[in-house]
């Protein structure tokens, strides 16, 4: 029989199941956002315990083993001091004569709808490290970002 007619199983012609891909670079978050992560393994374990279907159980898995690497290499941030921009940060700027405020913190924590926005994002690393009155660069252009305020957000302490 010709190899072309012989099927093994239906297995091998599934699509592979890959890992959820990691972040490169350090794991930094907010004491809220090492909270955030263990009250998400803490519910996965529940849904995996209660679930008896086969395929949603390995996805439930596939998410846990995502979030139990993501504990486990947090790196909790200290709050920036009031003037200083850092993670944890609710910072207040000017960009094209619009003000806007933000928080920064850790990249699984990000929530941009709400300002939260990671500190791996293109903005917050123009705005880390900077202190309240200063401008920076941004986009190429120096000055672009003036910075109104910066201060520890109470919520991402938390």
Do not use: C, W
């Not at 926005?117 to 900077?130: K, V, Y």
């Not at 202190?131 to 910075?147: F, H, K, L, N, P």
């Amino acid at each position: 029989m010709s190899v072309a007619f012989r099927r093994e199983s239906d297995d091998e012609h599934k699509e592979p199941e890959f890992e959820l891909p990691i972040a490169v670079g350090p794991n930094l978050v907010t004491p809220r956002g090492l909270r955030l992560l263990g009250e998400e393994v803490t519910r996965l374990e529940r849904e995996i315990a209660g679930t008896a279907d086969e395929d949603a159980r390995k996805k439930l898995q596939r998410r846990l083993r995502y979030f139990h690497t993501r504990q486990s290499t947090a790196e909790v941030q200290a709050p920036p001091a009031d003037g200083s921009v850092g993670i944890g940060s609710r910072v207040t700027y000017r960009l094209n004569k619009a003000e806007k405020t933000i928080t920064i913190v850790g990249g699984d924590e990000a929530d941009p709808a709400r300002g939260h926005i990671a500190f791996s994002a293109p903005l917050a690393r123009a705005l880390m490290g900077a202190e309240t009155g200063e401008s920076v660069e941004y986009q190429d252009r120096e000055d672009a970002i003036a910075i109104l305020a910066a201060e520890a957000d109470p919520e991402t302490q938390t």
